[in-house]
């Protein structure tokens, strides 16, 4: 099998890190329009357990804290930490080399996201159990695509 040159490399991952910056990108421009990403909230009127997370890190962000524990109080837990596990994704798939299956990634880095990823999604869905119950000021509001 051949060798991939610098250039085959150089140009795989120029594709995918313009994927990945069209993405955001998209992403960024339904935030800028108000349209709810959450499939959840926006086609059953539920949140999710990730529900708020955004807002309230953008409440961290100005400095509103009553407003950021109002939206979702993990927020200064949970953001960083999701955000150096897409960080960490999004840098795996960028640079690996060959194809795009997590067979490619390191497997110390790939086990520490899987269980990082998995902590998060403990500690939220335990936060949003208990808003269900009445705790924090209850379920976020949500609104419906529709």
């Not at 060959?98 to 110390?108: F, I, K, N, R, W």
């Not at 990082?116 to 379920?139: K, M």
């Amino acid at each position: 099998m051949n060798e991939p040159t610098w250039a085959s490399r150089f140009t795989a991952r120029l594709k995918r890190g313009s994927s990945v910056a069209l993405a955001l990108g998209a992403l960024a421009g339904l935030f800028v329009v108000g349209v709810t990403p959450c499939p959840v909230a926006g086609l059953l009127g539920l949140p999710c357990p990730g529900c708020g997370l955004t807002r309230a890190s953008v409440a961290m962000l100005h400095g509103d804290w009553a407003l950021m524990l109002r939206w979702h109080p993990l927020a200064p837990l949970l953001a960083p930490i999701v955000v150096v596990l897409v960080g960490l994704e999004v840098g795996g798939f960028v640079w690996r080399d060959g194809d795009v299956s997590s067979a490619g990634s390191p497997l110390l880095l790939s086990r520490l996201t899987t269980l990082g990823a998995l902590l998060v999604l403990l500690i939220a869905v335990g936060v949003w159990l208990a808003r269900f119950a009445g705790a924090f000021g209850g379920p976020v509001p949500v609104a419906r695509w529709w």
